[in-house]
C-alpha cells in the first residue's frame, strides 16, 4: 500500500487551485486579487473550526449535566479558550489586507459585485450559534431577504435552522440557572448581618451595593432588584443573574475557578468578535470611505452600528457594574463551602 503523502492528506491540491482571481487576464499581471482572495479563504477556514470547537462546546452544555469529575467543564473552557485564540489570530489578518490601498482596491472591485462577506454563511452560523437572535440585529431588513447581496435562499435557511437550535447562550443561561447555591439549607448558619431571616446573603449583598454607590449613582439600586429579583436582564433571569455574580465575586474558590474561566471567556470572545468588527468597519473606511457596499447595505455605516448592537454575552460582561470590593463580601457559610460543586 502506498504511503500517505502530505498533499493527498491535507488536500492541498484542491485548497491551492481554489484561487481564481476574476480581474486577471494573465496570473503574472495580477493585482491584489489574490491576496483579497486568500485573505477571505483564510477567514472561512478559521471559521470553520470556530463552528467545529462551538457545537462541541454546546454539545457539553446540552446534555444538561455539567460535571466536574467528566471534566466537562475544563473540557468547555479549553475549547472556547481555543476560539479566543483563533479570533486573536485573525482579528491581526485584517492588517495584512490593509497593505492593500484603496486604489488597489478599486482596481477589482466590480469584479465581485453583489458579492460580500455580508453573504458569509459561516460568520452568521457563528452569531447564531453564540446565541445572536435575528431580530436583535442591528438593520434586520438587510437579512434573510431576496434582494441582491443578501443570502442565499439555501444558506438564509441554514442559518434560521441554527437560529432555532439551542444556542450557547441559552444553554449557559440553564446552566446558570439550575445551580443550587441559594437552597436555604446552606444558608442554615449564616448569619445575616441586615437581620433577614430568608434570602439572607442577597439581603446582605444588597445592603453592602447599596453602600458602595455614589450619590449620582443611587439609581442603580433599583437596577440591581431589577436584574436579580424581579425580571433579570436581557436574557437572564434573575436566577441566572445570581448565579453568574455570585461565581464572579467567589471565584477564587476552587470549585468557582472554572465557571469564572468559562463565562470570562464568553465575554472576551464578545470583546474579540467586537474588535473585529471595528478593525473591519475602519478597514471599510479606509477603502472605500462612505460608499455603499458591494453587498448593498450603506456600507461602514451599517457596519458601525453593528459593532454595538451584535454584542451577545453584554449581561456576562455587564456584571461589573453590580460588584462590591472583595474586603466587603460576606463569609461564605460552612455548609455551602463543603456541599456544592459543579454536579447541578
Ligand atoms: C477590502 C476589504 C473589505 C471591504 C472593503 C469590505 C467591505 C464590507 C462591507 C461594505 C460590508 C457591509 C456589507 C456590504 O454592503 O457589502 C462588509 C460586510 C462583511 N464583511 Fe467585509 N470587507 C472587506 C474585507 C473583509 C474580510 C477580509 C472579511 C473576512 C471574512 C470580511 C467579512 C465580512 C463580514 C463577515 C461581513 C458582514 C458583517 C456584519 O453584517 O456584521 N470582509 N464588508
Known amino acids: ?38 485573505i477571505h479563504q483564510a477567514y472561512e477556514l478559521w471559521f470553520k473550526q470556530i463552528i467545529f470547537e ?20 475544563s473540557n468547555a473552557a479549553r475549547k472556547l479558550k481555543r476560539i479566543v485564540k483563533i479570533l486573536e489570530l485573525v482579528n491581526q489578518q485584517v492588517g495584512v489586507l490593509e497593505t492593500m490601498t484603496a486604489l488597489d482596491f478599486l482596481e477589482f472591485r466590480n469584479y465581485l459585485l453583489p458579492a460580500s462577506g455580508f453573504q458569509s454563511k459561516q460568520f452568521r452560523l457563528i452569531e447564531a450559534k453564540l446565541g445572536l437572535k435575528m431580530e436583535e440585529r442591528h438593520k434586520k431588513e438587510y437579512y434573510k431577504t431576496t434582494r441582491r ?35 436555604e439549607g446552606y444558608w442554615a448558619d449564616y448569619v445575616s448581618t ?65 465557571p ?13 468578535l467586537s474588535n473585529w468588527r471595528y478593525r473591519h468597519f475602519s478597514m471599510v473606511r479606509r477603502m472605500i470611505g462612505i460608499r455603499a457596499g458591494t453587498g448593498g447595505t450603506s456600507g461602514a455605516g451599517y457596519l458601525e452600528g453593528t459593532l454595538s448592537q451584535h454584542y451577545i454575552f453584554r449581561e456576562l460582561t455587564e456584571l461589573a457594574t453590580f460588584l462590591i470590593e472583595r474586603s466587603k463580601l460576606p463569609e461564605l ?12
Do not use: C
Open 1 to 38: 500500500m502506498d504511503d500517505l503523502y502530505y498533499g493527498d492528506y491535507i488536500e492541498l491540491d484542491t485548497i491551492l487551485n481554489s484561487q481564481k482571481p476574476r480581474s486577471f487576464s494573465r496570473m503574472e499581471d495580477g493585482n491584489d486579487e489574490m491576496l483579497f482572495i486568500i
Open 54 to 73: 462551538l457545537d462541541r462546546v454546546r454539545n457539553i452544555f446540552e446534555r444538561g449535566h455539567i460535571n466536574d469529575n467528566s471534566d466537562d467543564m
Open 149 to 183: 447581496g443578501s443570502l442565499s435562499e439555501a444558506d438564509a435557511q441554514e442559518v434560521s435552522r441554527a437560529e432555532s437550535e439551542s444556542a450557547l447562550k441559552g444553554l449557559i443561561v440553564s446552566w446558570l440557572a439550575r445551580m443550587p447555591f441559594f437552597d
Open 194 to 258: 441586615s437581620g433577614a431571616s430568608a434570602g439572607k446573603f442577597w439581603s446582605d449583598y444588597r445592603k453592602a451595593y447599596e453602600a458602595s454607590l455614589s450619590d449620582g449613582e443611587r439609581g442603580r439600586l433599583a437596577e440591581f432588584d431589577r436584574a436579580f429579583f424581579s425580571e433579570g436582564r436581557g436574557d437572564l433571569s434573575p436566577e441566572a443573574m445570581q448565579s453568574a455574580l455570585f461565581i464572579t465575586l467567589y471565584r477564587d474558590l476552587p470549585i468557582f475557578q472554572m
Open 260 to 272: 469564572f474561566e468559562l463565562l470570562n471567556t464568553l465575554s472576551e470572545i464578545d470583546e474579540l
Open 333 to 344: 457559610p460552612k455548609a455551602l463551602r463543603e456541599k456544592v460543586s459543579f454536579q447541578v
